[in-house]
């Protein structure tokens, strides 16, 4: 473990771990001896590990005990997580922040990764439009949940995707997707690309308008109706 907390091989050749004072709390060093001695092996117990200069990082421990002429010997590997866990932490808020402000939209919104097309958020309005939790949702993909009413669904996604991959904005692009229960929504859907923490997202709008388009065809077909009379 010298290396991982920046130690000479001369600063600790022959001596203990607690004599080079590499934990800060004293019981994660008894854990990890007793794990070796009763499994034979650490495999990445989460410790914080004191570095040479004072600092204090989050590490993942690993170990492996065997026999070497008579002797019992423990290799022990520790691989500094501090940075990876500080990046989860921050878009584990970020992600909580867009939640609560996609949650106070009155339109029905969803949010994608604009490589692999997973769904990273949606609000309560998409999830009530669609029929569709946000749980059955969110790491899936509009093909995956079968999101697009027309038989040409990949058609229908890459069409909405291009303008956006070519760096355009979508302003109501009229569409029909499928309720869970199955049937249809005529939507108009609008989107744009957004970068987060250097992600680029794609974030749509959608609004239902099967109710208006239907009342603007019956009021055709009424004023035709009455043009023959």
Known sequence: MAGAHRLFPEQVIGRTSNELNLWPNPVDPLLLRETLARDGQVEGIRVHARMADGRTTLSEIFGRRFESNGEMIGIWLSR???????????????????????????????VTDSMTGQVLEVNPAWEKLLGRSRHDAVGRTSLEMGLYFDADAQRA????????????????????????????ILAE?????VLQEGQSLYVYTVRDVTQSRRMFKELQESRCAGTDI
């Open 157 to 184: 996604r890459d069409e909405l995707r291009k303008p956006l991959q070519n760096g355009e904005v979508i302003d109501a692009y009229e569409i029909r997707l499928r309720h869970a229960d199955g049937h249809a």
């Open 80 to 110: 500094d997580i501090t940075e990876r866990e500080e990046i989860s932490r921050r878009l584990q808020q970020k992600q909580q922040q867009l939640e609560q402000i996609l949650s106070m939209l009155p339109e029905p919104v969803i």
């Open 189 to 193: 859907v609008s989107a744009r690309t």
